[in-house]
């Protein structure tokens, strides 16, 4: 179904067409239309500097326009799906009072009446019971008189041990709140004050590592040292072989071998030498590098250790500091309630007394009010009957005109659904003249409605006539620079007597605000 909310802007241009054609726009479309093209809206700017005055008045240009009267139904639409079958009328028919401007289906004619019969009799149903409320109400009431005065003397022990109650649970809600704020405080304080890394010995265990990286340094200077010794024994040896069998091959004497012998046995005795150095060189070395990866081991498993206790207990603060935030407010929130709770308490004991005193008031009360929904429900029964005998006017379906004039639109078409809130038809209303003008944002602080204003009209020579702001747009005219923001100020003036016409240019001056003279 096709809804007549998406179609306004058509509503719009035919309520601007049929009314320029009887004599000017309608009311509804300055309203709707009322903004304005980047163009129009500076030269309005510029046209608002031009006429602004020392008094604290300005002016803006608009034109005359005709307003509408809208015809509402006198019955709920929204009560069941109403919807139209045929459309009669059209913007711009002129129309007397009785004259069809649309008829509604059978079927939703049909459900609107099953409707109202049933709400009708919801509603007599709502009356009896009302009515045996308001009977057996008196019988109960009369009752209650009779128990006011027990009740006043026992309100004050009731009233003191609820009071108690409430103290009770907003110091336990204290309590917890400042139990958390201190185990916060406590933790805090260890990570401050560095607890889990003294705990860890961090500062011992890394002094282990550098001692044992310093002995490892030099363990390995020793090693080199003794590496480079035995590397050079080696190379004696080799040389003292090499050379003996060069003597051997050159047939050198046995006195020249001996003594060539002695010397490579002399020199292969300190490589044996340099070469048990290397090995305990080397196993020192090895046993400071196993030292130094002990020492790092548990200086990593210190750090460890201590990251995870600092961790953990970061994240137990922040736990707790979260869920300070709801401790408070549950500690706030039982203050708040205990307060208000009191001042209940103390308003039912109050009431309690009074009633002691007061019963026969009391009485009267209950029964004025029991009455008073019988009331109710009679008015709700009335004003159902009095919707339904306007819904059963409508014979077969048919919506006619309340009034004669011109049709400004019809905001229905066939297969629409009849929307809450909406007119059966606008029709044009010469009674009313309407201005629309776009207001400088600067100014628009100074502008209220129902604040009266004065309005020239070109060619009109008997002089300014009294206006009243009816609206304010709520937001700024899209369109323009930035710096001329405006904003849409409709402005109403009674035309009873049908002397202004629409489509006239008209200056309307606004008072503004008065400046304060100094002394």
Not at 221 to 244: G, P
Not at 298 to 317: H, M
Not at 410 to 422: F, I, K, M, R
Request: with cysteine; net charge negative; aromatic share 4%.
């Amino acid at each position: 179904m096709r809804k007549p909310g998406k179609r306004m802007a058509s509503v719009i241009a035919s309520i601007a067409a049929v009314c320029v054609m009887t004599g000017g726009i309608g009311y509804q479309a300055a309203v709707s239309g009322a903004q304005t093209d980047s163009t129009e809206n500076s030269v309005k700017a510029q046209n608002t500097d031009q006429q602004e005055s020392t008094d604290g008045s300005f002016s803006e240009e608009g034109t005359t326009q005709i307003g509408t009267v809208s015809q509402m139904p006198e019955f709920t639409v929204n009560a069941v799906t109403m919807t139209v079958e045929e459309v009669y009328a059209s913007s711009g028919d002129t129309v007397s009072k009785g004259d069809a401007l649309f008829k509604l289906t059978d079927e939703s004619m049909e459900a609107a009446k099953s409707d109202y019969e049933d709400a009708i009799s919801d509603a007599e149903n709502t009356l009896k019971t009302a009515e045996a409320n308001l009977a057996s109400g008196k019988l109960s009431a009369e009752s209650t008189k009779q128990d006011a005065d027990l009740t006043a003397q026992t309100a004050a022990d009731s009233y003191q041990a609820q009071v108690d109650a409430l103290d009770a649970a907003v110091e336990e809600k204290k309590e917890a709140y400042d139990e958390a704020v201190e185990q916060i405080s406590e933790y805090q304080t260890k990570i401050d004050n560095n607890d889990y890394y003294v705990e860890c010995a961090i500062d011992e265990k890394k002094d282990a590592v550098e001692a044992a990286t310093t002995a490892l340094a030099q363990a390995q200077d020793t090693l080199t040292q003794a590496q480079n010794s035995d590397n050079s024994a080696s190379q004696a040896v080799s040389t003292d072989l090499t050379y003996i069998k060069a003597q051997i091959e050159a047939g050198a004497d046995s006195d020249i071998l001996l003594s060539v012998v002695q010397q490579a046995m002399d020199d292969y005795t300190t490589r044996e030498q340099q070469s048990d150095t290397l090995t305990q060189a080397q196993q020192s070395a090895d046993a400071v590098q196993s030292t130094l990866e002990q020492a790092q081991k548990e200086f990593d498993s210190a750090v460890e250790t201590y990251n995870k206790n600092v961790e953990e207990t970061n994240t137990k603060i922040t736990e707790l500091t979260d869920s300070l935030d709801d401790l408070k407010s549950d500690y706030e929130q039982a203050e708040r309630d205990a307060t208000t709770q009191k001042a209940e308490l103390q308003n039912e004991y109050d009431t309690a007394v009074v009633e002691g005193k007061y019963a026969g008031s009391t009485y009267e009360l209950t029964v004025s009010e029991l009455e008073s929904a019988v009331e109710s429900a009679q008015d709700t029964l009335d004003t159902l009957k009095e919707e339904q005998t306007a819904l059963l006017a409508l014979e077969d379906g048919v919506v006619t005109a309340d009034e004669d004039g011109t049709i400004a639109a019809v905001p229905y078409e066939a297969e629409d659904t009849l929307q809450s809130g909406t007119a059966f038809a606008l029709y044009c209303d010469t009674q009313t003249i309407m201005i629309s003008v776009e207001v400088p944002q600067e100014n628009i602080a100074q502008v209220g409605v129902g604040d009266e204003v004065s309005v020239m009209i070109a060619g009109k020579r008997d002089g300014a006539v009294t206006g009243t702001v009816s609206s304010i747009a709520s937001s700024a005219t899209t369109g323009g620079s930035v710096s001329n923001v405006t904003y849409a100020v409709i402005i109403s003036i009674d035309n009873s007597d049908g002397r202004l016409g629409s489509g006239s240019s008209a200056t309307v001056t606004f008072q503004g605000e008065q400046e304060e003279k100094t002394e």
